[in-house]
């Protein structure tokens, strides 16, 4: 079975400009998350979506962070305009429910690095 | 209501030595209990999850200990090995609804041979 796939794996940007993350989950798996994890922390939901609806959305700076699922599999996440403060791991995760938990698989993660 | 304090933040233990992680919650809510173990450059990966049902889960050299009442959990790995030395974090979710998790800050665990 394919893991959580991500790409890119890396990006420098400098601020103000825009980014593009894109993740493809484990077949099957009907809910996906977009972490973020910043330098020396625990990642931090970003956006859960269950199928392509949009779950909680609660701690994403809408301002500058955007999220799509479209047809229920990849998503992409963006940010635009990037500031210093967006430096930090972007990890998206997917799921399937069992009957005991919840066990979530992560991509590799994409570093943004943003100068 | 959210957090999940994690400590110690860094451990050095030596090899075949037992290494004890231990985190706190808050939200009553949270009913699912894993920890995850990173690699440097690597997505967190599943190690060990439990219910709070249950007061103890065993896989292997890893285990949980879970205290409800104290709403405490930690985890111990025993004969710590060399291959265990990564970043270790606990978390806490829900099993319904809003099942993100929330993660303690992390412990980076270093096994010397």
């Known amino acids: 079975e394919a893991g959580v796939a991500q790409s890119p794996r890396y990006k420098i940007i400098e601020k103000r400009q825009s980014v593009a993350f894109w993740c493809n989950p484990i077949?099957?798996?009907?809910?996906l998350y977009w972490y973020q994890q910043i330098l020396g922390q625990g990642p931090k939901l970003l956006i859960q979506f269950q199928n392509n609806g949009v779950v909680d959305d609660s701690q994403l700076p809408k301002d500058r962070f955007s999220a799509e699922r479209l047809k229920g599999v990849d998503s992409t996440l963006k940010i635009q305009p990037a500031k210093l403060e967006d430096s930090a791991v972007y990890l998206c995760?997917?799921?399937?429910?069992?009957?005991?938990?919840?066990?979530?698989?992560f991509g590799p993660g994409t570093r943004l690095l943003v100068l | 209501q959210q957090q999940v304090k994690q400590s110690p933040q860094s451990l050095i233990v030596q090899k075949g030595g037992i290494s004890i992680i231990n985190c706190a919650y808050e939200n009553t809510a949270f009913d699912y209990f894993p920890w995850y173990q990173q690699f440097p450059g690597k997505g967190p990966a599943l190690l060990i999850a439990?219910?709070?049902?249950?007061s103890e889960k065993k896989e292997g050299r890893f285990t949980i200990s879970f205290n409800k009442s104290a709403k405490q959990f930690s985890l111990h790995i025993m004969d710590s090995q060399p291959g265990d030395s990564a970043t270790y974090f606990c978390a806490a979710s829900r099993s319904t609804g809003r099942r993100a998790l929330t993660f303690g800050s992390g412990t980076r665990l270093q096994v010397q041979p």
């Open positions: 995760a997917s799921s399937k429910k069992t009957g005991g938990g919840e066990t979530q698989y």
């Open positions: 439990i219910r709070p049902d249950v």
């Open positions: 077949s099957g798996h009907a809910t």
